[in-house]
Antibody
Framework: QVTLKESGPVLVKPTETLTLTCTVS??????????VSWIRQPPGKALEWLAH???????SYSTSLKSRLTISKDTSKSQVVLTMTNMDPVDTATYYC??????????????WGQGTLVTVSS | DIQMTQSPSSVSASVGDRVTITCRAS??????LAWYQQKPGKAPKLLIY???SLQSGVPSRFSGSGSGTDFTLTISSLQPEDFATYYC??????????FGQGTKLEIK
């Protein structure tokens, strides 16, 4: 059974760095071409893809947020970590991690975590 | 970045109706498009990938079509559990994997 679960702070202050962890089970981050993405959704708004990482450690970032994001993985712990620097109230959102559908070069997200709401406020 | 535009932004329909939602890409994306369903407070659920392939476990009343820049999601006979928000996502050009702005399907 494939599951993903996000964890991290529910409240961060402006200018702080956010660190979120996605813990996966039911598949291995070392499987060939396995990928995991982070996606966020501000309250009442649309989905926004942030970053992804593949089993070969290939990484990609949102064009507009690239300078603030870092994605990494710890295969032994089955975890994918996202850091976002210089947080602002506009970054208030539910943050999801999602698995890429296996064996596709394109990124279709077939399993999602439940999401974690992060509020940025002083 | 490729922009994805969905229409309509919201639609009202009744149980049993046939509903079509469209998604237009700002440039050609071949067939690399997915559709997701999201209910309030829940994570999105993959319905359709590669424009027309039905994800495992998704009812056959959902179907997708299109290629290039124009795509549609059709629900052949609405069921009560289908009232939700639907998103398209282009997967041809990454980064980024762009989503549409969403279409809210409401009960008439």
């Amino acid at each position: 059974q494939v599951t993903l679960k996000e964890s991290g702070p529910v409240l961060v202050k402006p200018t702080e760095t956010l660190t979120l962890t996605c813990t996966v089970s039911g598949f291995s981050l070392s499987n060939a071409r396995m990928g995991v993405s982070w996606i966020r959704q501000p309250p009442g708004k649309a989905l926004e893809w942030l970053a992804h990482i593949f089993s070969n450690d290939e990484k990609s970032y949102s064009t507009s947020l690239k300078s603030r994001l870092t994605i990494s993985k710890d295969t032994s712990k089955s975890q994918v970590v996202l850091t976002m620097t210089n947080m602002d109230p506009v970054d208030t959102a539910t943050y999801y991690c999602a698995r890429h559908k296996p064996w596709f070069r394109e990124c279709y997200f077939d399993y999602w975590g439940q999401g974690t709401l992060v509020t940025v406020s002083s | 970045d490729i922009q994805m535009t969905q229409s309509p932004s919201s639609v009202s329909a009744s149980v049993g109706d046939r509903v079509t939602i469209t998604c237009r890409a700002s440039q050609g994306i071949s067939s690399w498009l997915a559709w997701y369903q999201q209910k309030p407070g829940k994570a999105p659920k993959l319905l359709i990938y590669a424009a027309s392939s039905l994800q495992s476990g998704v009812p056959s009343r959902f179907s997708g079509s299109g290629s290039g820049t124009d795509f549609t999601l059709t629900i052949s006979s609405l069921q009560p559990e289908d009232f939700a928000t639907y998103y398209c996502q282009q997967a041809n050009s990454f980064p980024p994997n762009t989503f549409g702005q969403g279409t809210k399907l409401e009960i008439k």
